[in-house]
């Protein structure tokens, strides 16, 4: 994949070509992003778990 701003890609990238990557990226995104969910939520649980230890 070609960095944003880097050398302009010598076709110009058809719509059913765009598509085929956004499917290829869907996945890993939804992965991180579930990922950093989970994530947040143990980080938040422990903060209040130590909040109630603490009062």
Do not use: C, W
Request: charged share 15%.
């Amino acid at each position: 994949m070609e960095i944003l701003g880097h050398a302009p890609p010598t076709k110009p990238i058809g719509f059913g070509q765009r598509l085929k990557l956004a499917e290829a990226a869907l996945p890993s995104f939804l992965t991180v992003t579930i990922s950093l969910d989970i994530f947040i939520r143990k980080l938040f649980d422990n903060f209040v778990g130590a909040f109630m230890l603490l009062q």
